[in-house]
């Protein structure tokens, strides 16, 4: 499993990390990580979810290229 520490700073912020956690408990399905559990751990928001290799998504989105239209291709996946 990996655990995603989240800060909750602030009211709106804190209804866009319990949205994002709403999302993700709700949508189980096999081409996402799934969230399996989450904590309430003082000021932060831990979720626990399936650890996937590779690093964070950003790592990822960050040193990837895609072109338009494979952008389209994976999004209609």
């Known amino acids: 499993v990996a655990i995603k ?37 003082g000021k932060q928001l831990w979720l626990v979810m399936e650890y996937m290799d590779g690093g964070t998504l950003s790592d990822v989105i960050s040193k990837t290229y895609l072109c338009e239209d494979e952008m389209a291709a994976i999004s209609r996946e």
Not at 17 to 30: A, F, G, H, R, S
């Open 5 to 41: 520490k989240i800060n909750l700073h602030g009211l709106r912020e804190k209804e866009l990390k319990v949205n994002e956690l709403m999302v993700l408990k709700m949508n189980q399905n096999p081409n996402l990580v799934n969230c399996l559990d989450s904590y309430l751990v």
